[in-house]
């Protein structure tokens, strides 16, 4: 199993998904202080994800994961720029946050993601 992680979350993520998560780290909101040990950033298709606020994002980030299907509100071109990877739910999912946890789980195991966008 994977140490826990610094997570930083949006605040358009319902309570559901965050408490699906907490099991993966130490979570906190975009909005406050990011810690510049974060790996994870975690958003929704509500988020406008692109360049800006990809560069504000600490350099230790490793994974933008969505939880959604559609990742056209992502900056991948950004990202790939940083090195880093992209996932997003997988379409056939019966729960986006235990799809979304599966996902990071994966990354921090194997350094990928199942459901890459």
């Not at 780290?25 to 994800?49: F, H, M």
Request: proline share 4%; net charge negative.
């Amino acid at each position: 199993m994977f140490p826990k992680a610094d997570i930083v979350v949006s605040p358009t993520l319902t309570s559901e998904q965050t408490c699906q998560l907490i099991s993966l780290g130490v979570l906190s909101n975009v909005n406050s202080e990011v810690s510049k040990c974060t790996r994870v950033y975690i958003c929704t298709e509500q988020d406008i994800v692109d360049a800006n606020l990809i560069n504000q994002l600490p350099a230790s980030l490793e994974l933008i994961a969505l939880a959604g299907i559609i990742a056209d509100n992502i900056d991948l071109e950004a990202a790939r720029a940083r090195g880093i990877k992209v996932s997003r739910a997988s379409p056939a999912a019966s729960s986006i946050a235990l799809s979304l946890k599966a996902n990071i789980a994966a990354f921090f195991d194997h350094g990928l993601p199942l459901d890459r966008a």
